[in-house]
């Protein structure tokens, strides 16, 4: 099975910073097949026959915290699971100069369709959208400064997820699902 690791507040800011070459070979040594990582803000792609997706996720943040000394979280998702995600978006959502589109995939504790309600967001200007185990963002860039989405940080929700750019989702789900 395809899986993509997603992990949380790596190579951000100069903080948890992760060499992509060591972060692959953590993956290999577990035994993980077909390895590639994408860009350098921790993204994994890997196959496995391994079905326990909690405890794979628990082996492979304690082999970061080895290999590299940091508590990292992640979450892991199925190719399938993106794919389903990236294809219930509307093709014009993307990010570029003129659009901002943000995938935040959600931890369990805060993985539910109300959430969206739970988000500062200002609905004349961006839209929300829930899916399974994540809600999309998009906004047109001219109207980001009115965005009341930034209030977000340090709440309990926004502990609980990552955010990936829209293009980045569409290409991880392109790479394990190929």
């Given at each position: 099975?395809?899986?993509?690791?997603?992990?949380?507040?790596?190579?951000?800011?100069?903080?948890?910073?992760?060499d992509?070459r060591?972060?692959?070979?953590?993956?290999?040594?577990?035994?993980?097949?077909?390895?590639?990582?994408?860009?350098?803000?921790?993204n994994?792609?890997?196959?496995?026959?391994?079905?326990?997706?909690?405890?794979l996720?628990?082996?492979?943040?304690?082999?970061?915290?080895?290999d590299?000394g940091?508590?990292?979280?992640?979450?892991?998702?199925?190719?399938?699971?993106l794919?389903?995600?990236?294809?219930?978006?509307?093709?014009?959502?993307?990010?570029?100069?003129?659009?901002?589109?943000?995938?935040h995939f959600?931890?369990?504790?805060?993985?539910h369709?109300?959430?969206?309600?739970?988000?500062?967001?200002?609905?004349?200007?961006?839209?929300?959208?829930?899916f399974?185990?994540?809600?999309?963002?998009?906004?047109?860039r001219?109207?980001?400064?009115?965005?009341?989405?930034?209030k977000?940080?340090?709440?309990?929700?926004?502990?609980?997820?990552t955010v990936?750019?829209?293009?980045?989702?569409?290409?991880?789900?392109?790479?394990s699902?190929?």
């Amino acid at each position: 099975m395809a899986y993509v690791a997603l992990l949380r507040g790596i190579n951000v800011g100069g903080n948890a910073m992760v060499d992509m070459r060591r972060l692959k070979a953590t993956f290999e040594r577990l035994g993980l097949e077909d390895v590639r990582t994408y860009i350098n803000s921790g993204n994994v792609v890997f196959t496995t026959k391994r079905r326990a997706r909690e405890r794979l996720a628990t082996e492979i943040e304690a082999a970061i915290a080895t290999d590299f000394g940091l508590d990292i979280t992640l979450q892991l998702r199925t190719g399938d699971s993106l794919r389903s995600l990236v294809d219930g978006l509307p093709v014009e959502w993307v990010n570029d100069k003129s659009m901002k589109c943000d995938v935040h995939f959600l931890w369990p504790a805060v993985d539910h369709p109300s959430v969206v309600a739970e988000v500062p967001h200002d609905p004349a200007i961006e839209e929300l959208r829930y899916f399974p185990g994540a809600f999309v963002r998009c906004i047109n860039r001219a109207d980001q400064p009115k965005s009341p989405m930034p209030k977000i940080v340090g709440t309990p929700v926004y502990r609980q997820m990552t955010v990936r750019n829209i293009n980045t989702v569409r290409k991880l789900a392109d790479l394990s699902t190929a």
